[in-house]
């Protein structure tokens, strides 16, 4: 699942102590305020700010703080929010999207590259790794919740609700559609009852690459932990089939 619905990085979120989810609200403030902008602070006629929301609570950001946000947005906030999509490869040749949301295009980018140079990859031109990805929607429903139903069924809930695809994983299902759908699909799905851990458009990549040299995992980890620090960098995706053998950095 690494690389995909990013499914380890959502529990670690979800389990996150009061700092890490300070910054996981820091960097949704940013895109609350984005969406509010372009489509207003009603979550009712605004599928992405709807999308923010559930992917706030999935993180365990008090709803308070959410509220806040919109609220703070549509006070005129004159603060000023550009988005910029980075690529590039990691250590060993893992291709790495990063897509960034500043009102600091220059130190954003200033400190991308860093990331990449000081940690064995490089920052390639626009398009240099993007061909290796899909954009898609990515829905993933926690299944502890449905032990009582059989894969048959959840597929076919899946399919009815407009999904593309469904994968039984062994602690989640995940579903992906197409970008455009994310939203009605995931409003069918939890029309349906199911508890959604995560529902958002995503880059997914087409094919994987495993590295097993333990140098080089370490700097991947590197990379990605100083990625994930970044205010500026709201979603970072990679291949790398081996998540899970990436060390604590």
């Excluded at 508890?195 to 700097?219: F, G, H, M, W």
Aim: aromatic share 8%.
């Amino acid at each position: 699942m690494s690389g995909h619905s990013k499914w380890s990085t959502i529990k670690r979120k979800k389990g996150a102590n009061d700092a890490a989810r300070a910054k996981v609200f820091t960097k949704l403030s940013r895109e609350i305020a984005v969406a509010v902008k372009e489509g207003g602070g009603d979550p009712n006629n605004n599928s992405k700010l709807r999308d923010l929301l559930a992917k706030g609570r999935a993180a365990n950001v008090p709803q308070d703080n959410l509220l806040r946000a919109i609220k703070k947005a549509g006070d005129d906030d004159k603060t000023n929010y550009e988005s910029n999509v980075y690529e590039g490869y990691g250590c060993g040749g893992i291709a790495v999207i990063v897509e960034t949301l500043t009102d600091n295009k220059n130190r954003t980018a200033s400190n991308v590259r860093h990331y990449f140079d000081k940690f064995g990859g490089n920052l390639g031109s626009t398009g240099c790794v993007s061909y290796m990805f899909e954009t898609k929607g990515v829905i993933v429903i926690e299944k502890d919740e449905y032990e009582t139903y059989d894969e048959e069924e959840i597929m076919m809930n899946c399919m009815e609700a407009g999904a593309d695809d469904f994968s039984n994983e062994e602690d989640v299902i995940e579903v992906t559609c197409r970008a455009a759908d994310v939203s009605a699909v995931a409003d069918a799905l939890e029309g349906m009852g199911y508890k959604l851990a995560q529902r958002e458009a995503a880059q997914v990549p087409n094919n994987y690459t495993k590295i097993e040299d333990e140098e080089s995992l370490k700097k991947l980890a590197l990379l990605f932990s100083h990625l994930e620090e970044d205010d500026d960098v709201q979603n970072f995706y990679h291949n790398l089939e081996n998540e899970e053998d990436l060390p604590e950095v």
